[in-house]
């Protein structure tokens, strides 16, 4: 109880004070891009990688929209953002058959990662498309999750929900920071 008056002899263990960042280390600022798998200031160190042979052999396998997003952010050529966009407009609900199940975290974790790899390189219209469809998906997988699939274990240590929770944790990261539309305005009061 405080102001309780307390005699006799204290012992406590002696500690440093936590490190909670690294010397150096700036947290990311909002619309700051790339930020979930590297920042910018990563690239010059990531390059020299990926000039080794086994960077090389890296670059090779990445085959995906996130691969894509990789090579743009690595090697500089809008071909490869170009080409991200391209797989990521296949993933899409109007373009593919909507997925069920794990799907849904893989197209997911690969929309966002890539929103996050190509930010610059993308156009405002396709950004603000891929943002509506991660708020959708999102909101989809977490309040209607038995329109996704109705034989999910859906707790969040199963081998089944875990993948597919990854894909908003992903698309939150994507999108943190970035605005979203006005609110609506409210209906006038009833006189």
Aim: aromatic share 10%; proline share 9%.
């Amino acid at each position: 109880e405080t102001g309780t008056e307390v005699k006799g002899r204290a012992v406590a263990p002696v500690r440093p004070p936590f490190q909670r960042r690294k010397p150096g280390y700036e947290p990311a600022e909002a619309r700051e891009h790339p930020r979930i798998l590297f920042r910018k200031q990563d690239l010059p160190a990531l390059r020299e990688k990926a000039a080794t042979p086994f960077g090389q052999a890296a670059l090779a396998a990445m085959n995906d929209a996130v691969g894509a997003g990789l090579k743009y952010q690595l090697l500089g050529d809008r071909k490869y953002a170009d080409q991200a966009a391209e797989m990521v407009r296949k993933l899409l609900p109007e373009i593919h058959d909507g997925g069920h199940g794990r799907g849904w975290g893989s197209c997911l974790y690969q929309v966002g990662a890539a929103y996050d790899l190509c930010y610059d390189a993308w156009p405002e219209d396709f950004k603000r498309r891929l943002g509506d469809y991660m708020v959708w998906a999102t909101e989809r997988l977490f309040y209607r999750p038995a329109m996704v699939t109705g034989t999910a274990n859906w707790h969040a240590c199963s081998n089944y929900a875990g993948p597919i929770y990854v894909g908003p944790a992903f698309a939150g990261l994507a999108l943190w920071g970035e605005k979203g539309p006005p609110p609506a305005k409210p209906v006038e009061p009833n006189a």
